[in-house]
């Protein structure tokens, strides 16, 4: 059974960013994700500024800015990190000692251990997705969301605020949208990331708040940079 210092659930934007330097950092770094096949992947060809040094800024090339091929050299520079472990799996709640969070199960059995678990779950919490006269429990398209995960979250008080995103039509895929739960601005620290309720538990990205790639990448950065300070 794995221990991590750091275990972020959710290989987006915000949540990759922050385990890619966390581990060049030397923090060893679980980054789960429910499908491995879209980590880091943007709806549309993500574009300049980025944050420097960020991963979204290295995993860029201009010469070639097709979505899936972004996604190819970001996951390539997670795995290529010591002190990161990439894997997938599927989060269905919280285990606690007390009052602090110590441990993710998940769905395919074994749980991982960690210090501290940051949650950057973007749209998937109670999500629902909506394309034309069709409606299915899903975060993004053809990704199902955490119903597990959003029940354990309720049952531990947590309280939400509804949001809704669209994501444009594009040449490969069709145009829809996501309505999805996210964490009540009561239930979130803004200068430390920390979901209040309980201890060693943290959230970022989409899950907290809204913004475009640049912007989660930023706050992915931050997010890491606090966890370093308090990790010494």
Known sequence: MRRYQVLIVGAGFAGSEAAYLLA??????????????????????????FPPGSLLE?????????????????????????????????ATGLLLEGERVVRVNTWEGPPALAERVVLAVGSFLGARLFLGGVEEEAGRLSEASYPDLWESLKALGFRFVEREGEVPETPTTPGYRVRYQAFHPEEWEEATFRLTRLKGLYAVGLCVREGDYALMSQEGKRLAEHLLHELG
């Open 24 to 49: 060049q950092k030397g923090v060893r770094v679980g980054l789960l994700t429910q499908s491995l096949d879209s980590v880091m992947m943007p709806f549309l060809p993500p574009k300049p500024p």
């Open 58 to 90: 290295k995993a860029y090339d201009p010469e070639d800015e097709r979505v899936w091929a972004f996604h190819a050299r970001a996951k390539y520079l997670l795995e290529a990190e010591d002190n990161l472990h990439l894997f997938q799996a599927t």
